[in-house]
């Protein structure tokens, strides 16, 4: 069955410093999401991509954030210039529409502790 | 705007009761979507059901069934003869027309059965 796959599974920076999250969508979807989950808090919504080109972003996703889709297969988170508070779960989702409809599948996380 | 209540914040249960989840929602849309979510220990989420806003038709899957009521704007959750494996916390979501295909997460239930 077809899943979506996230690199690293954990990831310790120092504060300050830039991060990548890498995901694999599952291959004919054409929506995908990046959520955070702060320990023992609910799943949040940071942003969706669809065409090369982000579609939604909420509040939360401000210019420290980044999305790319640098090749045909991964999709990148990037923090610049991490903080404390940016330690998180981080979840990749992907989608075969973009409606409100269509199901969301995540990956496995990233868990991401800033020292 | 659109919001989900998940007021059980922990259930623990013996193996074999059944329990029920319960998740409230808010929406001004008349076209949106209902989903459950298990994350397991291992921290993942996984897709468990979809319900859509026109169709009250309740469902049951195995050992799970799912209590969709418009009149009360809620979506429950029971696990008949729960197992130990049933162990998790749940989160229940809501996507709505006008938010794009955000997913609103409740607060989630850690459900622990004890054997």
């Known amino acids: 069955e077809p899943e979506v796959t996230q690199t690293p599974s954990h990831q310790v920076t120092q504060m300050g410093q830039e991060v990548i999250l890498r995901c694999v969508p599952i291959s004919n979807h054409l929506y995908f999401y990046w959520y955070r989950q702060i320990l023992g808090q609910k799943v949040e919504f940071l942003v969706s991509f669809y065409n090369n080109e982000i579609s939604e972003k909420s509040e939360i996703f401000d210019d420290q954030f980044s999305v790319e889709r640098p090749d045909g297969s991964n999709f990148t988170l990037k923090i610049r210039s991490t903080k404390l508070e940016d330690s998180a779960m981080y979840f990749c989702a992907s989608s075969a529409a973009g409606t409100v409809r269509d199901t969301q599948y995540f990956g496995p996380g990233t868990r991401l502790t800033v020292l | 705007a659109q919001k989900v209540t998940q007021a059980q914040t922990e259930i623990s249960v013996v193996e074999k009761e059944d329990v029920t989840l319960d998740c409230v929602y808010e929406?001004?849309?008349?076209?949106?979507?209902l989903f459950w979510y298990k994350q397991p220990p291992s921290g993942e989420l996984v897709f468990l059901i979809r319900?859509?806003?026109?169709?009250?038709q309740n469902e049951i899957s195995g050992r799970y069934s799912w209590n969709f009521q418009k009149s009360t704007s809620s979506f429950n959750f029971t696990i008949t003869a729960s197992q130990v494996v049933d162990s998790a916390v749940y989160f229940c979501?809501?996507?709505?027309?006008?938010?794009?295909?955000?997913?609103?997460f409740g607060e989630g239930t850690q459900l622990t059965v004890n054997p």
């Open positions: 319900r859509n806003s026109f169709d009250e």
């Open positions: 929406t001004r849309d008349t076209t949106y979507y």
């Open positions: 979501a809501l996507s709505e027309n006008a938010s794009g295909s955000r997913l609103t």
